[in-house]
């Protein structure tokens, strides 16, 4: 603490120095104004501003998000941790109690969540058998049902491997188990130092795109080389996606630690060690900027597939029907609400032009973005494996919607394909993974807040 706050003296008062002269009359910046100064106005690349969004998510999206993440349905995820690292072996496991991760008891997980892991409503459950018998035969027999066909083409895991953008866990592994999300919230476990930056050193040096010039993109967006949107798009991804679980860290720090009790709260120091402009070297506020790109780009995932939970069949199935049918309700309300959002990321800008390179880069794109996910096994806190995998799941699930070619949104005349589709697993990390980022735009404002007062 005393070398950090020595840092914090020693940069304060360069401020002082450099506001104090041409006769003193330049006053130091703020300390919000360090960390905030940059994020406002418009959004590279997009046709919306940080304000709208501020407004948006602060009083219109976030506390229906939260409620509904609270729900039996979203707060139980099933991962398996115990997977090897599959890029290197020597992983220091945290042995920090915040860094456990407590798995729920069989008894604890609502039997409709585990009976069904891809399957969506009760109904579902009784034609599983039958399903599953012409998933076998490799074909919909014709001699079933007209509902079982329906029900086939529905339900059946598709060969979707040229649309996902992550490789997801195998949720049939022994290894596999359920964690409630509210037990085990994402927060600052203490896991830091070299182990952690190895992580994010191999994600931005063997996973950005950047020109190969740079050996370190801390932001080859203001390298002046020439980046075409889609490869900023990727950076700013990753950047955002940084940015939101620091904001996370900085938010829920282990302020007290006594035989008594833990207290979690804002550290704002961590948060201007993060995010501040100087200590940063300009790019904290950059990296906010990138947050809220994640921000628009997931929200217009959101926003697209809302025909696929407008189907009559498709319920958030946990075997309580009251509880279910107020919480499909819910997620329909939350999903208008999106759509209603005035200022939409264009998705239609990527990988446009040549088809033979678009789908080229479309590809790079995908398997750039798989890297990372099988990175997350290699996360030595479980805890921050965990939120890892789920947050990168859901990242790669929002990609997935925005260029799927068997997604048919907006068409209510044609309605939805059912060719797309999308598991219990990757819905609840969508959704999660968004909340998680609005939750980090709500923080900023509480951040705000509390840096005014601070020189």
Known sequence: MGRRWGLLVGVLGAVWLLGSGQGGRQPAETAAQRCFCQVSGYLDDCTCDVETVDRFNNYRLFPRLQNLLESDY??????????????????????????????CQSDEVPDGIKSVSYKYSEEANSLIEECEQAERLGAVDESLSEETQKAVLQWTKHDDSSDNF?????????????????????????????DAWKI????????????????????????????????????????????????????????????????????VTEFQQRFDGILTKGEGPRRLKNLYFLYLIELRALSKVVPFFERPDFQLFTGNKIQDAENKMLLLEILHEIKSFPLHFDENSFFAGDKKEANKLKEDFRLHFRNISRIMDCVGCLKCRLWGKLQTQGL????????????????????????????RQEIVSLFNAFGRISTSVKELENFRKLLQNIH
């Open 74 to 103: 979203f707060r139980y995820y099933k991962v398996n941790l115990k997977r090897p690292c599959p890029f290197w072996n020597d992983i220091s496991q945290c042995g920090r109690r915040d860094c456990a991760v407590k798995p």
């Open 166 to 194: 992550c490789e997801a866990d195998d949720i049939q592994s022994p290894d596999a188990e359920y964690v409630d999300l509210l037990l085990n919230p994402e927060r600052y476990t203490g896991y830091k130092g070299p």
């Open 200 to 267: 994010w050193n191999v994600i931005y040096e063997e996973n950005c795109f950047k020109p190969q010039t740079i050996k370190r993109p801390l932001n080859p967006l203001a390298s002046g080389q020439g980046l075409c949107v889609e490869k900023r798009a990727f950076y700013r991804l990753i950047s955002g996606l940084h940015a939101s679980i620091n904001v996370h860290l900085s938010a829920r720090y282990l302020l007290q630690d006594t035989w008594l009790e833990k207290k979690w709260g804002h550290n």
């Open 396 to 423: 790669g699930t929002a990609l997935k919607i925005l260029f799927s070619e068997k997604l048919i949104a907006n068409m209510p005349e044609s309605g939805p394909s059912y060719e797309f589709h999308l598991t």
